[in-house]
């Protein structure tokens, strides 16, 4: 079987339970992220649709979107179990609503979707695990089973293009850490033992960023129409883009 440390160091359950309460601490803009995404569709919010959440984790991007769309059916797909574990319990109140299928990213013709019976997939902070090769193959799987006008929305951490301004943007992101976290966690001590935590975790989890550029230009070689970026702070991102 082929390794694939970004599966391994999430399916851990000293690393799960703690997951959500680390991506407040890290990732605070998750919850900005999910909003303007989940705001932006044009859809009416009763309608019936069929999504596909890609690395739902611990389900907190599903969840926000049956409160909007509650008569949506939302396929999970996630290769941690342990993580698939937690959202259950999350997504408990939309159990009817909801399928899990425990998946590694590049291999998911294995979840035989029909083609073209999508409304819209959506992603947060789950497709830098990929590189760039295996996320442009995954944009044409999941063009091919969108239906024709249907969305993705990819939202996730990126990359500068430019090296000096990514170091001043990771020593904004080390301040703000260090803000939030007011010295009651010991891996946040101060800059350098912040900074090299963050890169061993990274460097565990086989995080491959891309720079934003880099995101639109794959997500476009892949067939995609209307790509837009709806909102970018520093290292995060979220981008749309439509099967026409
Ligand atoms: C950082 S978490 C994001 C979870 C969730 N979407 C969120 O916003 O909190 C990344 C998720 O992607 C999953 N993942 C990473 N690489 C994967 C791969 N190649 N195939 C399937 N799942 C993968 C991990 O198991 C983990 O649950």
């Known amino acids: 079987m ?4 970004s599966i391994d160091a999430y399916n851990k359950e000293n690393r799960v339970y703690k997951y959500d309460d680390n991506m407040n601490k890290m990732h605070p803009n998750r919850t900005k992220m999910i909003e ?14 069929n999504a596909i959440d890609i690395g739902i984790g611990t389900g907190y991007f599903s969840l926000e979107f049956f409160k909007k769309f509650p008569q949506t059916h939302i396929i999970g797909v996630d290769g941690a179990e342990a993580m698939i574990e937690i959202a259950k319990l999350r ?14 990213f590049i291999n998911l013709q294995e979840i035989n979707q029909e083609k ?28 091919s089973i969108l239906k024709k006008n249907g969305w993705i929305l990819y939202a996730d951490v990126i990359i500068a293009d430019n090296y000096e301004i990514e170091e ?11 803000e939030r976290t007011r010295g009651n966690d010991n891996r946040f001590l101060d800059d350098i033992s912040t900074r090299n935590y963050l ?8 995080d491959q960023p891309q720079s934003l550029s880099k995101d639109i230009e794959l997500i476009k070689n892949a067939g995609f129409s209307n790509v837009e970026i709806l909102w970018k702070e520093y290292r995060e991102m979220i981008i749309c883009a439509q099967n026409k």
């Open 2 to 5: 082929k390794e694939n440390r």
């Open 36 to 49: 303007i995404a989940i705001e932006f569709l044009p859809f009416n919010q009763q309608q019936s649709l």
């Open 91 to 104: 997504l408990d109140d939309y159990v009817k609503n909801i399928e899990f299928k425990i998946c590694d």
């Open 116 to 143: 073209d019976s999508i409304d819209v997939v959506f992603s947060s902070y789950a497709l830098h695990h990929l590189n760039s090769i295996e996320k442009e193959n995954l944009y044409k799987i999941l063009k």
């Open 168 to 178: 001043r943007f990771q020593e904004i992101r080390i301040k703000n850490i260090l």
């Open 199 to 206: 890169d061993d975790l990274e460097k565990n989890e086989n």
